[in-house]
Structure formats: structure tokens, C-alpha cells
């Protein structure tokens, strides 16, 4: 590490630990004591450091703000039963935050910002990771543009951020999707493997839609044709048809999901018949009508593994048998054994802090 990249920690003169109820852990509601930060100025990054949590400052012309040059990422962090805590597949992060860089003219985060700024995050707070069943501590790096200027053209200048937050389940119940074949997450050539900012904000309004109806999320289908599944809501899809789990294939307009290729390589491992292909909207319905669709699932940071109990499409809904969920629900428990500690890490997914 170069000498300015040193990391100086201010620490909080007063932990809010004690306002944490654990065994009433919500999504995201309360931010924990520090935050790491770290600028990009002339060209190079500098004045790596940890601060107590707050507002931070920025001018009314920020192109963040305007024109969402801004990526996050999101992660989490595990107390296992002895005491350790590990984060789950951070390296994969650090990755494609990079890559999320590139397509939104960024500077490329360097490992020790990430991976060690995160680790001593996570020294400073290690009291607000919970390990409470279903919780975890959710780990949100973030960077944006913070020229003072509002002409259209990339930022010189940047910053990135990491907070943390306990949380529990992101959603509390099974979800209710809908097809969605008019409003589009991502087309070819956007930025729908990026996880920027925008392709959250593009979604709300479809959301909203369906949430007015009594649906919980979308199902994302392609931008052309609307023929394809993609995603759903802020989440990978994934499907058991017959005795075969299928999935799109990632690319322009579908997120690398770190938990679907967690779930993919589980399945594998399972010796289990897998199928990461394109899948229509046509033959998932009809895999819904015949009972030849025993499983829906997102696959997320936040969510892990969310449960779909209604698919609806053209006005109708498909229920789907809940007695079904046994791949689903034997990935989820396997998912949370690694990541406490409880069984064999065999892909080396945990990263003890
Ligand atoms: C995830 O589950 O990976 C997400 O990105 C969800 C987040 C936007 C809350």
C-alpha cells in the first residue's frame, strides 16, 4: 500500500450498539457505528479512512445526483456459532465492482481499499454483526462522482464508501411476481450487468405498478421482444422444471449474481441436471399449467433465496405448490451452514475477518 493510502481510523465517541434489538432485526433499518471512505483525486486514490457513521457533504452539483455516475455493491457478513465472523465471497464483489466501473467511466477501487478497508470496517464493528438465525450483517461499498459540475461527461473525481447494516430477512413472506412485458430493467448494450444506480431507479415505477395490484415483484423480461426471462425484481431468477434447475445465462442485461452462481455450483455439485439457457416466458407458463414447475426462486445478496408462490401473466395467476420447495429449501440451509461455519467451506467461499 502506497503511504497515502494508509488507513487512519477516527473512531465513534459513543457506540448506538445498544439501540439494536437482535432478535428484531428488519432490512437496513439501522446503520452501524463507523464508515470507511476513501477519495479518488488527481488520479490516484488517497486518504483511505474510518469515520463514525453520518451525513456527508456534498455540492448541489454533483453528477452523482444528476446524472447517476454512482455503483454499489452488496454483501454480508456472518457470526458463526464460536464466535468468528466471516463475509461471504467478497473477492467476487471487489470483482465486479470493478467491472461496474468500467461500463460507468470509473477508476477501478484497488484490492486493499476494498477487501483490507472492509476487514478493518468490520474489526471496528464487529459487535454489529448479528448471530441471531436469519440475520447477518449487510455490507454496502458504494462510489460516485463528486465533480462539482453538471455538463454530461465522466467525473474526474470520486468517492467511495462502505457502511454496514444488520439485517434480517428482506422479504417476510413468499412473493407474488408478474410478468412484465411492457416496462424493461435493462436492453443489449445498457448497463444491466452493471449494478449502477440507474437500473434501480428505472425499475421503481414498473414496481410500483405491480405492487398496486397486489404483486410483489416483476419477472424482467428482454427488452426486445419481451420473450425471455430475465431477472426478477433486484434478484437472479432461477427455476426448477421437471427435475432441472434452469437459469438465464448472464450477460449484457443480466446481473453475475454472486448467490445464483453460488446456487449453480451447489446444484452441480449435487449432481444435479442443470440448464443455464434462455428460457421463455411461453415455456415457464406452460411449466406452470402442466405441474412440470416445481420451483421459483430469486437469488440475491439481500434475499438469499426468496420463495415465488405466485407467478401471474396475462391476468392470470399460477400458484405454485409449496410442497415443491425441496431444492430451494436444501440450498438455502446449505447456503447458511457455509456461511456459519457449520459444515465444510469446500469452495473456499468464506473470508475470515
Ligand atoms: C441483492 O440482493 O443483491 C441486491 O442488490 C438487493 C439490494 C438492491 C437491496
Redesign the pocket.
Known amino acids: 500500500m502506497q503511504d497515502t493510502l494508509q488507513l487512519t481510523i477516527h473512531k465513534a465517541p459513543h457506540s448506538r450498539i445498544k439501540e439494536l434489538d437482535y432478535n428484531n432485526i428488519k432490512f437496513a433499518r439501522q446503520y452501524s457505528d463507523h464508515m470507511l471512505l476513501a477519495d479518488y483525486k488527481g488520479g490516484e486514490w488517497k486518504n483511505l479512512r474510518i469515520e463514525p457513521y453520518g451525513n456527508i457533504s456534498l455540492s448541489p452539483a454533483n453528477p452523482a445526483i444528476h446524472y447517476g455516475q454512482s455503483i454499489f455493491e452488496?454483501l454480508k457478513a456472518y457470526k458463526h456459532d464460536d464466535g468468528k465472523i466471516s463475509i461471504f465471497r467478497p473477492q467476487a464483489n471487489f470483482e465486479r465492482m470493478n467491472i461496474s466501473a468500467e461500463r460507468m467511466v470509473m477508476p477501478a477501487i484497488p484490492e486493499e481499499i476494498f477487501m483490507d478497508g472492509m476487514r478493518e470496517l468490520l474489526k471496528v464493528d464487529s459487535q454489529w454483526v448479528p448471530n441471531v438465525e436469519g440475520t447477518a450483517l449487510y455490507i454496502r461499498p458504494f462510489m460516485f462522482a463528486i465533480d462539482e459540475f453538471i455538463g454530461v461527461r465522466p467525473s474526474d473525481d470520486f468517492t467511495f464508501m462502505i457502511i454496514t447494516s444488520p439485517v434480517g430477512a428482506?422479504y417476510a413472506k413468499p412473493v407474488k411476481v408478474r410478468v412484465e412485458t411492457h416496462y424493461t430493467r435493462a436492453v443489449k448494450g445498457g448497463t444491466g450487468y452493471a449494478?449502477t444506480a440507474g437500473n434501480?431507479a428505472a425499475s421503481l415505477y414498473p414496481a410500483k405498478l405491480a405492487h398496486k395490484d397486489g404483486y410483489d415483484q416483476l419477472i424482467w423480461t428482454d427488452g426486445q421482444e419481451h420473450k425471455y426471462v430475465e431477472e426478477s425484481g433486484?434478484?437472479n431468477i432461477m427455476f426448477v422444471i421437471g427435475d432441472t434447475l434452469v437459469t438465464a445465462p448472464t450477460g449484457d442485461t443480466i446481473l453475475n449474481?454472486i448467490?445464483r452462481d453460488s446456487v449453480l455450483t451447489l446444484a452441480r455439485d449435487w449432481g444435479m441436471n442443470v440448464e443455464v439457457r434462455p428460457l421463455t416466458v411461453d415455456e415457464l407458463i406452460d411449466a406452470a399449467k402442466t405441474g412440470k414447475l416445481k420451483e421459483a426462486f430469486g437469488a440475491?445478496?439481500?434475499?438469499t433465496i426468496a420463495h415465488v408462490d405466485t407467478i401471474a401473466h396475462e391476468g392470470i395467476d399460477y400458484k405454485l405448490d409449496q410442497s415443491g420447495w425441496e431444492f430451494s429449501e436444501k440450498v438455502l440451509k446449505a447456503l447458511n451452514d457455509i456461511r456459519l461455519g457449520r459444515v465444510e467451506d469446500k469452495f473456499g467461499w468464506n473470508y475470515l475477518i
Open positions: 452488496g428482506y449494478k434501480y433486484t434478484m449474481g448467490t440475491g445478496t439481500a434475499a
